[in-house]
């Protein structure tokens, strides 16, 4: 059931509010009368009411609306959402315009026609409706412009030398206009530094809007990043709006930047030079201001070949370049990190923060950590939920049992030859290192490729290549 509209009426005249709260009840419209303008603020901060019928003069033969603009002041600056509709027995056209321009949303003359006041009312209610729509709406843009995806802290963490040249450059470049690209391994934090980026510039109070490259098929890559009219192909059943169009004003972070493929870059950088996107199937292009920040996990080498990444692209992607260093680089942050990470989960599953033991401090700084920081945060969650003593030990982080020490290679169990696995065992677990191993070989790293070589999802490869330390 759609939730009544209230009003509050403000007149010195008695049966003025009689009349009006009885016209106003026979139309579902709940109803507050005050006969003294000064209990005003009082009200509005006790209830909540959609629109305001106020009288223009209470003291005994005023006729100048003085009061009247007065107190329509007074409650735009206590709710600005608020739609007051005027009422006088004196009125002119002057003054009527004088109202609209004080900010009142409409101006009725006593004695009043009935429809015509319930014809005004009901735009001024509908006024309010639209003006707190629009405010929660640009809350909620405020709010994604400064959050992480996934909830957690976005805080970046690391005091180590390696993350000190980090922090230098993101005092110098994030404030500026300049298009940054982050280079740096997967799980090293390149989506929690690009909004960190965003939160330190002049854009931070707008939306930030992310896009995974590497998961947008190039079918619809078009669709994604610049929209599409209804109509454009079989399944564009209406309008969208581009993320490009959608990050006007903000900044549009492009992840996985590497994998997209030529043809497609020399789009993107036509709509990045000209600043206009025409949606799919529209004509009528759209002007576009955003702050490009861009990712990759490709190393810088490979991906200034000509065959592999347009060079035009790439200069005007990286103005600015942030190589992430990845965490067996900076070991010294693992502590800091974990107690991070520890009260993340602490709070998620309503349990005590714990302390890492003295012996298995040691054994998580010397591990490689394959995954960087992403497989770290996974690994202090497994750990709080899986450990029954009063501090996490390095078993409950599921850290192979010669983690931190030096340990001679296996030999693989299963033979390569090209691009072909020769199986020399059935051992499953065997066998699908070996396959993820040589798809990554393959891709040259590139997780999206082997993923998709694999038949499986990024975020299952991901999880694959943890569990083997790959």
Partial sequence: MAEQSRVLIVDDDEDILVAARLMLKREGILCHTEPRPDRIPHLLKEGSFDAVLLDMNFAIGANTGREGFQWLKRIVEIDPTLSVVLITAYGDVGTAVEAMKQGAADFVLKPWQNERLLATLSS?????????????????????????????????IGSSPAMARIFALLDRAAPTEANVL??????????????EIHRRSKRRDQVFVSVDLGSVSESLFESELFGHKKGAFTDAKEDRVGRLVAANGGTLFLDEIGNLPLYLQSKLLSVLEQRVVIPVGG?????????????TNMPLDQLGREDVFRQDLLYRINTVELHLPPLRDRADDIPVLIDHFVAIYARKYNMPAKKVSPGALPRLMAWRWPGNVRALRHAVERAMILSAGPMLEAEDFSLPSTAGQAAPTPAPPVATSGNALILDTLDLEAVEREAIRKALSKHQGNISHAAQDLGITRASLYRRMEKHGL
Avoid: F, M
């Fill in 124 to 156: 001024a209610l509908k006024l309010t409706a639209s003006k707190r729509e629009a405010r929660q709406s640009a809350a909620t843009t405020k709010e994604l412009a400064g959050v992480n995806v996934d909830g957690a802290s976005s805080t970046i």
């Fill in 182 to 195: 982050i280079l740096g391994e997967n799980g090293t934090g390149k989506e929690v530094i690009a909004r």
């Fill in 283 to 295: 004509t009528k292009p759209i002007s576009i201001d955003v702050r490009l920040v861009s990712a």
